[in-house]
């Protein structure tokens, strides 16, 4: 059973979006709080969306200890919810809502393509005539 991976530090959180982006996964990502009640009431939810869908990605940022992370998503409500395809967010959701966040993994789980680097390359000799 896939589990949503708990962000320990900046560190990970950067391992984590570098290789799903390498990958072609939906990463989805939900900012919580130990202390927050709609986290509380939503989680299960979001740990049965984990499970369904192993082709994605599961985050789970508490914005207490890992705030800088917050921060950079200008988390201002718990839970906030993300879905991020190569590093760049595609859907937000805030607050404790089953079906919103059951549409937005619907959504965004797809594949995305392997994001590749792009080598330009010598112009053949028959463009340059």
């Known amino acids: 059973m896939t589990t949503p991976i708990e962000i320990q530090s900046i560190e990970q959180w950067n391992e ?5 982006t390498a990958a072609g996964k939906t990463i989805v990502v939900d900012f919580s709080a130990e202390w927050c009640g709609p986290c509380k009431m939503i989680a299960p939810k979001y740990n049965e969306l984990a499970s369904l869908n192993p082709q994605v990605q599961f985050l789970r940022v508490d914005v207490d200890q890992q705030g800088e992370i917050a921060e950079t998503f200008h988390v201002s409500a718990m839970p906030t ?6 590093k760049e967010v595609v859907a937000m959701l805030r607050g404790a809502n089953p079906q919103g ?4 993994v619907k959504d965004h789980a797809g594949p995305n393509p392997p994001v590749a680097p792009v080598v330009a390359e010598e112009p053949s000799q028959k463009s340059r005539l």
């Open 16 to 20: 984590i979006v570098e290789a799903s």
């Open 81 to 86: 919810f993300f879905a991020i395809k190569s």
């Open 101 to 104: 966040l059951t549409r937005l």
